[in-house]
């Protein structure tokens, strides 16, 4: 197939660029604020709490998302020059990062509600995966984190990506983490379950889809495969998220059993 050679910016006013990669987050946040209203009633949140909760979950996914690429992806080059940490125009973002920069966020609103973090993670979980294949099909349109070369008949030549046909892993990733996780959280999140069990199954979910589709992705280039010539940085990093979501899981349904 033909790469659809897309130019990354959306829009310049002057001086000003706007990239379709930034818009992909808007767009993700936007129809995340959305989902969150159709289920304030949940916790019995008004519209101004959902606006809080987004504005943090912002925060989080940006700050995480930098320092978590910084940490797990380029530490050699932070401790040459830690200011690449704010080099935020040069790109870079981790999705564990971004996890953990939630989390975070979480754990604040969740005290300033008085709630656990566990019924604020399954609030959100369910919407989560919108972020996730947005920000993948900025990356396809980036022309970036590109597949192995491959002869399927929808592999791509990407421009960054040499003379060789390549999966295109991005849509990859946008599908099942993005539309397919969505679908999978949104109808099982629809009745009441167990504190933990939404939560456990996001990550039990991401991790398994992840994991798949890192066989077909190139890795990062100053990386590499970090064990057995196929295991990843991203693969390794999915591990404890499968062990955790596992865990909450079965602990949910142990626990609602008890009671």
């Known amino acids: 197939m033909i790469y659809p050679n897309i130019d990354p910016v959306a829009l310049e006013l002057g001086p000003l660029k706007v990239h379709w990669y930034g818009l992909m987050y808007l767009v993700a946040f936007a129809c995340g604020w959305y989902c969150a209203n159709l289920r304030k009633k949940t916790f019995d949140f008004s519209r101004d709490d959902i606006d809080d909760l987004v504005f943090y ?3 989080g996914v940006i700050l995480g998302g930098r320092v978590g690429y910084i940490l797990f992806y380029n530490f050699s080059q932070f401790l040459d020059n830690p200011l690449v ?36 993670s399954d609030f ?4 989560f995966p919108i972020g996730l294949g947005a920000g993948r099909i900025g990356n396809f349109i980036n022309g970036e984190l590109w597949g192995k070369p491959s002869d399927v008949s929808w592999a791509m030549v990407f421009p960054t990506g040499g003379p060789m046909a390549r999966h295109p892993s991005q849509l990859y990733e946008a599908f099942f983490e993005g539309l397919i996780l969505f679908v999978i959280l949104w109808i099982y999140s629809s009745k009441p379950r167990p504190v933990r069990a939404v939560s456990g199954l996001f990550l ?12 077909v992705r190139v890795p990062d280039q100053h990386l590499g495969y970090l064990a057995l010539n196929w295991l990843t940085m991203g693969q390794i990093l999915c591990l404890p998220m ?18």
């Not at 499968?242 to 009671?259: D, E, H, I």
């Open 85 to 120: 940490l704010f080099k935020i125009w040069e790109g870079g973002m981790s999705f564990h990062g971004g996890l953990i920069g939630v989390c975070l966020s979480l754990w604040f609103i969740a005290k300033k509600h008085q709630l656990t973090f566990f019924q604020m």
């Open 242 to 259: 499968l062990l955790l979501g596992g865990y909450l899981m079965v602990s949910a349904y142990v626990s609602q059993k008890k009671s």
């Open 57 to 59: 979950i912002v925060l």
């Open 204 to 215: 039990v979910g991401y991790g398994v889809f992840r994991f798949g589709v890192e066989f």
């Open 124 to 127: 959100v979980a369910p919407f």
